[in-house]
């Protein structure tokens, strides 16, 4: 039997049109597994009809009735029924099969949440952003994010309103869809290397929000990145770090970032920023706070205030 009759039969007996793009646009590794999945249910079904009926008026020699006869021949009579429900089944398999395999734009948010496995404060920015507009106010309205998966958090603070967002990307982007190719294309997120200086003059955003990033850097290279942070924003620099003890990616992560994450305690973190020269932004961890309590929000990830460059 020609293979494409075969998948149009399929089709007619699971109620797809003939014409539906669900199976007719098959790659050919699908056709393949369609075609095995045929030559199964051909063999299966030619050995369950080769088989010869029972005769139901055999006796048994000692005049009785043969045990179990009538099972056999009820069973004999469903054997076409059988088959085309396996048909049936199979079809519904393969179409699972074609559209697990179909991918699709949305997969390039949804997903995110998590680094290869690991815990990630990229999600995080997302949950805060109530907060963080409570906190900043104004402040808010030109957001430059730096971190991994930074097209995730550009997305969403493009739906907001009044508000403009920016990304840097730190690392290669591996298998993005649709949407984020389009934001590197119009330049609203960048691929740069943040130990190096930042592609943009002083002030350039009124707000820098960073997450995950510093945590694969040595300290000798913060010493350059935080820096350039404070540098290109106006209004402040919010961190999002990691807490000592989560959970992060193990083999993946080497690969990607060069180095596995260091999860530094937050006291390591704020004697950083004073051997930086880097000011702890009070009134909007104040504000951030307040806005927490308030919200019953409560953050997976630490964050950080710091003020920009004067």
């Not at 603070?157 to 119009?186: F, H, M, Q």
């Not at 930042?198 to 995950?212: C, E, M, Q, T, W």
């Not at 694969?216 to 404070?230: G, I, V």
């Amino acid at each position: 039997m020609n293979h494409r009759v075969w998948v149009r039969g399929v089709k007619r007996r699971i109620g797809v049109s003939a014409h539906s793009e669900t199976i007719t646009d098959l790659g050919r590794d699908q056709e393949i597994y369609l075609l095995g999945v045929h030559f199964r249910f051909e063999w299966f079904i030619d050995i369950i009809m080769s088989r010869r009926p029972v005769n139901p008026t055999r006796r048994s020699p000692d005049g009785g009735s043969l045990p179990f006869v009538g099972a056999i021949q009820s069973k004999s009579r469903s054997s076409p029924l059988l088959s085309i429900g396996l048909v049936v089944v199979g079809a519904i398999l393969l179409i699972g099969y074609c559209y697990s395999n179909s991918g699709g734009s949305s997969n390039d948010i949804k997903g995110l949440s998590k680094l290869e496995g690991g815990t990630s404060c990229t999600p995080e920015v997302i949950r805060a952003l109530p907060i963080l507009k409570k906190a900043y106010g104004d402040s808010m309205h030109k957001i430059l994010h730096v971190g991994p998966d930074t097209c995730y958090v550009v997305s969403n603070l493009l739906k907001e309103e009044e508000t403009e967002g920016w990304g840097i990307e730190p690392y290669e982007l591996d298998d993005v869809g649709a949407n984020c190719k389009s934001l590197v294309r119009k330049g609203i997120v960048r691929v740069a290397d943040i130990k190096f200086p930042l592609p943009y003059r002083a002030k350039s955003f009124s707000l820098v929000i960073v997450s995950d990033a510093l945590d694969y850097l040595s300290p000798r290279y913060l010493n350059k990145t935080l820096p350039e942070l404070a540098r290109v924003s106006a209004d402040g620099v919010v961190v999002f770090a990691g807490y000592p003890g989560q959970q992060r990616t193990k083999g993946g992560e080497v690969a990607k970032f060069g180095r596995p994450a260091k999860l530094r305690s937050s006291s390591w973190w704020i004697r950083f920023f004073v051997q930086s020269n880097l000011e702890e932004n009070e009134g909007a961890g104040k504000k951030f706070e307040q806005a927490s309590t308030k919200r019953s929000y409560q953050p997976a990830c630490q964050v950080f205030h710091l003020k920009s460059f004067p």
